[in-house]
């Protein structure tokens, strides 16, 4: 087995800390490691006792240990992380989305019927994943789920059935008590 690599950390464990701290977790696990490295710096420390007490690949370490000696913290601070990709949908067209979803009288049953619309009002071919996956991000939207009201309802007709159930309803229960009392 070979001796641990040593070498000098420029930077004091507040900084380090500091570092972790303020950085996002993909690129803090690095800096932890760094940690490590610092607090075994006068004897050194192989890269398996880092990996145990971070509980990261040893791979990873020797390659963070790696890029620290050749470039220091800004080299770790470093990832090819794109992001996401641009949006289909650009925000007018979110906007008209939002104002369909939350529109009761609107009569779209589903994602599809949903997605249907959009094609042909835009004039596009979205994929119904990538359609899916959008509104169900932006708008938490769920499938088959009830809808709050039914388009062709008649309020007045609701309006009565619940004076009418109420009296009802109450009637039922007071006959079940009779009936279940000895």
């Keep these: 087995m070979s001796a641990p690599k040593k070498f000098v950390i ?7 800390k500091m570092l972790i701290k303020n950085s996002i977790p993909m ?21 398996l006792v880092v990996a145990k007490e971070t509980r990261l690949n040893q791979n990873s370490i020797q390659k963070w240990r790696t890029m620290y000696i050749t470039g220091g913290v800004a080299l770790l601070k470093l990832h090819n992380k ?19 979803l939350h529109d ?39 499938i088959k789920v009830a809808r709050k009201s039914h388009v062709n309802k008649d309020e007045e007709a609701v309006a009565t059935f619940k ?15 009779k009936i279940s009392k000895p």
């Design 27 to 47: 690129i803090s696990s690095r800096f932890k490691a760094l940690l490590v490295f610092k607090h075994y710096e006068q004897t050194g420390v192989s890269k």
């Design 163 to 177: 004076k009418t159930s109420v009296k009802s309803a109450n009637k039922s229960a007071t006959n079940v008590k």
């Design 10 to 16: 420029k930077e004091s464990e507040k900084e380090i």
């Design 104 to 142: 009761p009288l609107n009569g779209i049953v589903g994602f599809v019927e949903l997605l249907e619309w959009y094609n042909k009002e835009y004039d596009t071919n979205i994929n119904y994943k990538t359609f899916h996956g959008f509104v169900v991000r932006k708008f938490q939207a769920k």
């Design 82 to 100: 794109k992001g996401f990709k641009p949006s289909v949908i650009n925000e007018a067209q979110e906007a008209q989305l939002s104002k369909i």
